[in-house]
């Protein structure tokens, strides 16, 4: 068993050339498919717990850390995923990088980043539309509406929107690209509305107490923001469906995550002047925000914008969750199955419909907090990873075609790893350096998923001795 056994850079851009899945998506479409990944749960939603608990009026610093250290990673990986276009993303970079051990660990960091995700803005969606609900007079049962750790049951909003969203993604990239570019409009909109409602209502005096628990939790909170960029890296899996890959893909991940930075810092500011940040600690603390100033319609708008958002959200990370994987199966470290496209849609429906039921589990019975805390956590391992892999590339590959080129790589991207080491920690370790549940649950999951590779390895050398 050779734990080590790398692909060659062009056997990986010949597979994704030659990979079946259709090229339907411009520049445009990615800049639209980057914002449903990226903006959702994070500014409807992690904004006012962010500020709440840990940052107070300075989570716009939050965010601008955050934000910064993404675009870091962002001009790394828009450099890989021009010069290895493949749906395989971090997975395929590592293959070729780091060896065949390493692309399986990396696939399931990506599992954790991308499923916990999906599960966690689905109880976000649940509930916004329990929120929306509730003030029309309807009420959903507690153990219907709440996971177990939260005093439910199950939630079965947020088991809905994942099928439902799986099922749009079964149909092929087409008609997902449809919903997504209008569901896109509808959060843009909604979030321009709340800017427009509450910029009135602005309130210097809710500043006076600028960082009021120091800039270490700032920190802490812009580690908990990751979560709100981590949709960026998805873009890079639809390498293999973009109509001009060398050229979209810097447009549609550099574009859309400056968008959505600014986006961020906006209404952050906005929300924290307009109410006192300890104020926002709720499930829709934009929503709520107007509605303390009694701007009613603009609270409702609001609320719709986020459902909008967060189901974009959920569909993009299952569409490049589904991809990846669909390239882990052809690269046979999964069963074969699994790389089967749909005879009729194009679309990897294995992997599709594999994900839409774990996902659909978890966002009814696990909790909320852990899980976008994990996922935050994955995406840091993920943007560590991306920054080594570039600059080893420049040294390994010193002539290979690079469509768009990082600048100034050995400067930005040790400063993303340092950055994203940093953040990773306040995760992992607590105040008094005693490790954290979330830090062990990592920790845990590599030993599984290690041994779950030996064990793969060993099936799969039995099988070819067999033949």
């Excluded at 445009?28 to 500020?51: H, K, P, S, Y």
């Excluded at 947020?158 to 969203?165: D, K, P, Q, R, S």
């Excluded at 609320?303 to 046979?332: E, H, K, L, P, W």
Aim: proline share 4%; charged share 10%.
């Amino acid at each position: 068993m050779n734990f080590l056994k790398k692909k060659s850079f062009e056997s990986v851009k010949e597979a994704g050339n030659s990979s079946g899945l259709d090229k339907t998506l411009s520049a445009f479409d990615l800049v639209l498919l980057g914002l449903g990944a990226i903006v959702g749960t994070g500014v409807f939603t992690l904004t006012g717990l962010v500020a709440a608990q840990y940052s107070g009026p300075a989570v716009t610093l939050s965010y601008l850390i955050a934000g910064c250290t993404c675009i870091f990673v962002a001009l790394a990986y828009t450099e890989l995923a021009t010069m290895l276009p493949t749906s395989g993303s971090i997975y395929t970079y590592s293959y070729v990088a780091f060896g065949e051990v390493f692309a399986w660990l990396i696939g399931s960091v990506i599992i954790i980043e991308l499923s916990f995700a999906s599960a966690a803005v689905a109880g976000s969606w649940s509930a916004y539309v329990q929120g929306i609900l509730d003030s029309a007079g309807y009420h959903l049962p507690e153990h219907l509406g709440k996971s177990p750790f939260e005093g439910g049951v199950f939630n079965i909003p947020a088991l809905v929107i994942v099928i439902f969203v799986g099922f749009m993604l079964y149909l092929g990239t087409k008609d997902s690209k449809r919903l997504n570019n209008v569901l896109v409009f509808i959060k843009m909109a909604a979030i321009f509305a709340f800017m427009i409602f509450a910029a009135p209502h602005f309130d210097a005096t809710n500043w006076e107490n600028f960082i009021p628990n120091g800039f270490d939790d700032v920190l802490i909170g812009s580690s908990i923001l990751f979560f709100a960029f981590t949709g960026f890296g998805v873009l890079a899996s639809a390498a293999e469906e973009c109509k001009n890959p060398k050229r979209d893909l810097m447009v549609g991940i550099i574009g859309s995550l400056i968008l959505a930075t600014v986006v961020y810092m906006i209404v952050g500011a906005l929300a924290t002047g307009i109410i006192p940040y300890y104020e926002l600690n709720n499930a829709q603390p934009l929503a709520h925000a107007l509605k303390f100033n009694n701007s009613n319609i603009g609270s409702a708008i609001v609320a719709t914008g986020g459902i909008a958002g967060m189901t974009t959200v959920i569909m993009m990370n299952i569409y490049g969750q589904s991809r990846i994987f669909y390239v882990i199966a052809r690269d046979g470290l999964l069963p074969k199955f699994m790389a089967k496209l749909h005879h009729k849609y194009d679309s990897p429906y294995v992997t599709i419909v594999i994900f839409t039921t774990v996902i659909a589990f978890m966002a009814a019975f696990c909790p909320y907090s852990i899980l976008a805390q994990l996922s935050s956590m994955a995406a840091l391992l993920d943007y560590v990873g991306v920054a080594l892999i570039v600059m080893l590339f420049r040294l390994r590959l010193p002539n290979a075609e690079r469509p768009f080129k990082c600048p100034a790589v050995f400067l930005i991207a040790p400063v993303a790893i340092v950055a994203s080491v940093w953040l990773l920690f306040k995760q992992i370790l607590g105040k008094d350096g005693s490790l954290l549940l979330t830090g062990q649950i990592i920790i845990y999951w590599f030993i599984v998923m290690f041994i779950l590779y030996i064990i793969n390895m060993v099936i799969s050398k039995r099988r070819y001795d067999q033949k």
